[in-house]
């Protein structure tokens, strides 16, 4: 590797190949999360999700042999999820926040006993492409390494915002989520739309699980996921339930993410762990900053039990 | 564990066996076997620190007469307290390995005082005169394998950068960071070593991104001082970078960029202080050892790794395997120009003060704070 | 509304005991997929939970933290908030205390433990008491923001114990210095359990009280029912929530404290052992109600007691914990739904 020095403007790009890469499973647990939470529930069991996901994509990796199926499993197993936490909150008088706690801790314990021998092994990942053939500037190209995941979900996000908007099914999903009554009164079963909801929600925090297993860090351990998938649904809220918004939360918390190690490794150490905390003081700022006391939040689904 | 499986059965179906006396026959059970109790901090499985300490039980398994019992994930509060005291109370264990520092102070010095017809081997502590004499501290210097490690990182390099992704830094970890760097600069008098710190013992992704901001720095070989270092062995060869090995011997997941590693070596001591115990000898209540003694081990070179690194580094194993070799001699700079042992000073490894290590010496880029 | 909760008392303890025995039932089927004996699971359950004194001893030592912690959620909830972020508040009491201590190194033990309450208490509460103030100035939502405080808590811990308030002779676990031998509160007399039980059980009992038998526990559940009548109805629902944050964090901090003055002796990073998220379960599965907190602590501490003892006679990971926490509260949520299907007037469906 040539070395190329180009001092610090190596900590934004840094950055920003940190927030490629560190922000897909946000991404994905997000759009998920969004997609539940505009049909009125709130499934705050993603987090075990991912790692059911993250387990799942590396066990099948590593038996078949292909990544991909290992993708396809983790959203299956996902949607399993999904479809468990729907149908209990589909139940009278079942609080659904606590479900999705009780959902988190059973996802990860299955992922944790299920996982134990996946541990040493070493399963096929998925491949990257490689976008920085333009440049020699070992940096640029390191940044230019795209996974075909987080093109997905960059395909993604403008796609769920036009089926949200415009789509049949967007409109019954929203309606699900803004009253009840009204849906129920255009005779639909609103217990079926959330299940759907929370199913595809589901998916796709299985494969953002399979992210973190399959391409980065890429391997399955029981330290994976560091409460990216809780993170990921305040992410939600934060973004205002808007899948694009959802995808600049995600690469702005992804980019604050690699803060830290970048700036360590043009030699700032001092007050590591705070800056390890970034991601969470900006999202904190942020909030303070945009949110107003006079109204209540913009966006929300009036069915959603967490902000009402 | 046929006589285990037996007694137990008796216990479940005669009477209404769910009492309080179903705790006395298996103990009276198991009082034939000396029972030996391991606790870790983190999963068995975490192809890392915990599992060289599993390792090391495993080969207890093998010994007639020894029953292990072992416990993971026991986080460092009270949780400690009352498993080890399960483990005497329920399972009649005379024999403690409580294996994380945390472990140390207060918690296995206050069971240790409780219970002092018992023996606890606590891994990583710094035992002294007030402690318990039931009590001991083991450790390896490992920092002699880091050395090692260094040297032959230190001639494999070509850009002379070096990158070591470390947890915290503290005393354990800053001696394993300037080893290796020392040991580079033998191979490589050029050569720097770039440190960042991930905060905690187990962050995949906050190890995986120190890994790539290494590599964006030129970095092109790197090592780790983490709980399972599987993460950075796999981004790193992926990135084309070659490594350095942790706690087990990873070469299987890197075979092309595992040059070698530090290694553990529990499975060898762990008999060895059992049957001291059985044979009614005391451990010394406060025990080291590197390779010489057997403690730690050096992961086998990489098959890249070049004749020269092999022979300067197989020279000074000889020497630290002969005893008398100083890795810490004076004069010594830290990386702020501050001299840290005096000229003509040399820090045998069994010195206390390498135990309170504070610096990272000249070469090594970043801060201890 | 008394005459209902009175009705409804005998629901309220069988059909949670159904839901747990079934878990177990669904759990013992689990473990027998793995070629485990179901009987051997919950002979050894018993046995390490509550089979001995000792396993009492350690079931209620494992419970302590819990019913404190699991208040930080229980009384937010009385106003209809969701709070996650009892763990910040636990560190930031910790700290608080233990710096209090380290400032008064020659105070009588008595007053250093009385200061440690109260900067504990008062350290934890501001924190919540911050996440409460957001929702209220700011229309920041709680739940999202107590989750950031607890990241944010334990950076500033981390930052803290191996930065300016590291004790030099802390090598390879960086802490702060000790408290002292002296200032530690010790076990309650005969046992090996800590002083945080008894007060844990007390700060439960009086957030009973302060909820169903004050005035200002009546405003807070109207509040909590519908804001939007409380403040027709002239409830100041500010003050409200902030002075319920406070007490939240307090119970949380005085966790906190109890965990430095009780069994580590110093802050360092052990104390983020996650007390504070399980809390969050105790206070969704006790409903809320204060006093079911105490029992369901000291299941959940009996299922951790047990754990130990699954993975030394039957070679069960460690996750098998979290697996059994996971069915049981499935299925206890699960069971909410009977509620009200054995009275005379089922409400309809929503």
């Not at chain 1, 939470?37 to 709130?42: K, V």
């Amino acid at each position: 590797m040539p070395d190329v020095s180009i001092g610090l403007w190596a900590i934004p790009l840094a950055v920003l190949g940190g927030a490629i890469r560190v922000s897909t499973p946000f991404l994905f647990v997000s759009l998920g999360e969004c997609i539940t939470e505009r049909s009125g529930r709130i499934n705050l069991g993603l987090e075990g999700t991912l790692v059911m996901g993250a387990m799942c994509a590396y066990g099948t990796s590593f038996l078949t042999g292909s990544p991909w199926l290992g993708v396809l499993a983790a959203g299956v197993a996902g949607s399993l999820l999904g479809a468990l936490h729907a149908s209990i909150c589909g139940l009278p008088r079942v609080n659904d926040i606590a479900v999705g706690i009780a959902l988190m801790l059973l996802g990860t314990g299955l992922a944790f006993f299920l996982g134990k021998p996946l541990i040493e092994p070493s399963a096929p990942i998925l491949p990257s492409i490689n976008f920085g053939f333009w440049t020699d500037i070992p940096q640029l190209r390191d940044v230019m390494q795209i996974n075909v995941l987080f093109l997905i979900g960059i395909a993604l996000a403008p796609a769920l915002v036009w089926a949200l908007k415009t789509t049949r099914w967007g409109l019954i999903l929203r309606t699900a989520g803004e009253s009840a009554d009204a849906a129920r009164a255009m005779g639909y079963s609103v217990n079926a739309i959330r299940l759907r909801a929370t199913m595809t929600g589901g998916f796709l925090s299985g494969i953002g699980g399979s992210f973190l297993s399959l391409v980065y860090p890429g391997s399955w351990n029981e330290g994976l996921s560091s409460g990216q998938g809780i993170t990921a649904v305040a992410l939600v809220i934060f973004a205002r339930w808007n899948p694009m918004m959802c995808f600049w939360a995600s690469l702005l918390f992804g980019g604050a993410a690699a803060l830290g190690p970048a700036l360590q490794s043009v030699g700032v150490s001092q007050g590591y762990h705070l800056f390890n905390a970034a991601p969470y003081i900006l999202t904190l700022l942020i909030m303070i900053i945009t949110c107003s006391p006079k109204r209540s939040l913009v966006g929300a689904p009036a069915e959603l039990s967490i902000t009402r | 564990m046929p006589l285990d499986q037996v007694s137990r059965r008796r216990v479940l179906q005669g009477t209404a066996a769910l009492t309080l006396a179903g705790t006395l026959p298996l103990q009276r059970a198991f009082a034939k076997d000396t029972v030996v109790g391991f606790i870790y901090v983190g999963s068995r499985d975490d192809y890392g620190y915990n599992q060289a300490h599993a390792v090391g039980a495993a080969a207890l398994k093998k010994l007639p007469e020894i029953k292990v019992i072992e416990e993971e994930k026991v986080p460092e509060t009270d949780a400690v307290e009352k498993t080890m005291e399960s483990m005497i109370n329920l399972d009649g264990a005379t024999l403690l390995f409580p294996t994380s520092f945390g472990y140390y102070s207060p918690h296995m010095v206050k069971l240790a005082n409780k219970y002092p017809k018992l023996r606890f081997e606590h891994c990583g502590g710094l035992w002294g005169d007030k402690d318990p004499k039931n009590a001991g501290s083991y450790f390896g210097y490992i920092d002699e394998a880091q050395y090692i490690s260094g040297i032959v990182a230190g001639h494999m390099t070509k850009s002379g950068k070096l990158g070591f992704v470390a947890a915290k830094p503290i005393p354990q970890v800053l001696r394993n960071i300037n080893a290796f760097a020392m040991g580079a600069r033998l191979g490589n008098p050029k050569a720097t070593l770039q440190v960042i710190f991930t905060g905690d013992w187990s962050m995949p992704v906050k190890e995986a991104e120190a890994t790539n901001s290494l590599i964006a720095q030129g970095v092109d070989v790197l090592t780790c001082h983490v709980d399972g270092p599987k993460t950075v062995v796999e981004n790193a060869s992926r990135r084309g970078a070659m490594v350095c090995g942790y706690h087990v011997n990873q070469a299987t997941l890197a075979p092309n960029a595992y040059l070698t590693g530090a290694e553990w070596n529990w499975e060898e001591l762990y008999p060895r202080f059992v049957k001291m115990v059985v044979a009614g000898e005391s451990i010394p209540n406060f025990y080291r050892g590197g390779l010489k003694e057997g403690l730690v081990k050096v992961s086998p070179y990489g098959r890249m790794v070049s004749e020269a690194a092999r022979k300067q580094a197989d020279d000074v194993k000889a020497k630290l395997m002969a005893g008398g070799y100083a890795i810490f001699q004076g004069p010594l700079v830290d990386n702020k120009g501050k001299t840290v042992i005096a000229s003509g000073t040399a820090r045998g490894q069994t010195d206390p003060e390498l135990e309170k290590m504070d610096y990272l010496v000249e070469g090594v880029i970043g801060a201890t704070s | 509304m008394a005459l209902e909760r009175f009705s409804g008392a005998a629901e309220y303890v069988l059909i949670p005991t159904l839901a747990v025995a079934l878990s177990l039932f669904l759990f013992g089927i689990f473990v027998a997929l793995f070629g485990k004996n179901p009987l051997d699971l919950y002979f050894y359950m018993y046995q390490g939970a509550f089979g001995s004194w000792f396993s009492w001893q350690n079931t209620l030592t494992r419970a302590a933290p819990l019913i404190l912690t699991a208040l930080c959620t229980a009384l937010p909830a009385q106003l209809g908030m969701v709070i996650i972020g009892g763990e910040g508040a636990l560190l930031v009491g910790a700290l608080s205390a233990t710096a209090a201590a380290l400032v008064m190194p020659a105070a009588p033990p008595v007053l250093v433990q009385i200061t440690m309450a109260i900067a504990g208490m008062a350290g934890g509460g501001l924190w919540i008491a911050l996440a409460g103030s957001l929702r209220h100035y700011r229309g920041v939502n709680e739940t999202i923001s107590s989750l950031l405080l607890v990241s944010i808590a334990l950076a500033v811990l981390n930052h803290l114990v191996e930065g300016p308030m590291r004790d030099p002779t802390s090598l390879n676990k960086p802490s702060t210095a000790a408290i002292g031998a002296a200032n530690m509160i010790g076990s309650i007399p005969g046992t090996d359990i800590h002083w945080g039980l008894i007060f844990g059980i007390v700060a439960a009992i009086l957030a009973y009280i302060l909820i169903y038998h004050t005035v200002f526990g009546f405003a807070a559940r109207i509040a909590g029912g519908n804001i939007r009548a409380a403040k027709i109805v002239g409830l100041p629902v500010g003050r409200l929530i902030l002075i319920t944050c406070f007490l939240a964090g307090a119970a949380a901090g005085l966790a906190g404290m109890v965990e430095v003055a009780a069994v580590q002796g110093r802050t360092n990073a052990n104390l983020a052992v996650g007390y504070g998220f399980t809390g969050i379960l105790v206070a969704f599965l006790a409903r809320h109600n204060p006093l079911a907190i105490i029992p369901v602590a000291i299941l959940l501490g009996g299922i951790g007691a047990s754990g130990g003892l699954l993975q030394r006679r039957l070679g069960l990971p460690d996750a098998s914990v979290l697996v059994l926490q996971g069915i049981i509260f499935v299925t206890v949520l699960a069971s909410d739904s009977l509620y009200g299907r054995f009275r005379f007037s089922a409400r309809k469906e929503t």
